[in-house]
């Protein structure tokens, strides 16, 4: 088992950066994608970043492309989203999730990841 917990949600203005942070434990991690999705209130969750076991592969869903940035650090077990020029309508439940599967791809679908945190809370106001 993995125990995923995600931190560093809040409220913010429109245009300022959060940085959120994932601190996996249970068995190590450096092996796997992980990915941080996000999800609104009657919405999908949708994803947001990911990146391979050794950061050496990112993807980002457009809307995020360029202001958002995701990372690991393998020797500490955590994974981060650094979120620049937040804009309102990133305000979400924002998830942490790993693929526990040997496959380094970036999946974009919710269902290929195996293990989830409990969410935190980003708001930005206008």
């Known amino acids: 088992q993995v125990q995923l917990v995600e931190s560093g949600g809040g409220l913010v203005q429109a245009g300022y950066s959060l940085r959120l942070s994932c601190a996996a434990s249970?068995?190590?991690?450096?092996?796997?994608?992980m990915g941080w999705f996000r999800q609104t209130p009657g919405k999908e969750r949708e994803f947001v970043a990911g990146i391979t076991w050794n950061g050496g592969r990112t993807d980002y869903a457009d809307a995020v492309k360029g202001r958002f940035t995701i990372s690991r650090d393998n020797t500490k077990s955590m994974v981060y989203l650094q979120m620049n020029s937040l804009k309102p309508e990133d305000t979400a439940v924002y998830y942490c999730?790993?693929?526990?599967?040997?496959?380094?791809?970036?999946?974009?679908?919710?269902?290929?990841?195996?293990?989830w945190g409990q969410g935190t809370q980003v708001t930005v106001s206008s």
């Open positions: 999730a790993l693929m526990y599967k040997l496959i380094h791809t970036i999946p974009i679908t919710p269902n290929e990841y195996d293990y």
């Open positions: 249970g068995r190590p991690i450096t092996t796997f994608t």
